[in-house]
């Protein structure tokens, strides 16, 4: 089972998913958290390397994978099919937290060519527990509370 969570910056979307991969370590499974932009960048490098299909069956043995910042960037068609290979191996055999900015109904944006976004979506969105933050930003809220700065 996934879990998508969305709402705006600062609502604390990674805090929870990173508190739901504590648990999950707890209980002895196996967890990885990465930022989308760094797994499609070291992806490419990987592709160039080498290294891909190694990579791509690490991620895919992982029981719970946590993905921030879904929808950063647009996905390219290689980018795209990389995220395609990994939810087509995770598919209702491991789980993946991703958090997102975006509501998930602009998810379908994100990505450049649309086949691969039907796809990629039809196997995360349909089979996920989703969880919609509001509110302001905690840091701006934390900073609310620090005494005032002393300037000279």
């Known amino acids: 089972m996934n879990v998508l969570i969305t709402g705006p910056c600062g609502v604390e979307k990674g805090f929870i998913a ?26 490419a490098i990987a592709r160039g390397d080498g290294r891909y299909p190694k990579i791509l069956s690490k991620l895919s043995k992982i029981d719970l994978l946590i993905l921030d910042d879904w ?13 395609l290979e990994i939810f087509e191996d995770r598919y209702n055999v491991r789980s993946t ?11 379908h944006e994100t990505i450049k060519k649309p086949t691969l976004a039907d796809a990629i979506l039809d196997r995360v969105v349909h089979n996920a527990y989703k969880i919609k933050l509001e509110g302001e930003s905690m840091r701006k809220r934390k900073s609310a509370n620090l005494p005032p700065k002393v300037l000279g």
């Open 97 to 107: 937290i991703i958090t997102s900015q975006l509501p998930i109904d602009n998810w």
């Open 71 to 83: 929808g950063f960037d647009i996905l390219d068609n290689q980018g795209g099919q990389d995220v």
């Open 18 to 43: 990173c508190a739901l991969g504590h648990r999950a370590c707890m209980n002895g499974l196996k967890v990885l958290y990465l930022r989308m932009t760094r797994l499609i960048s070291d992806l």
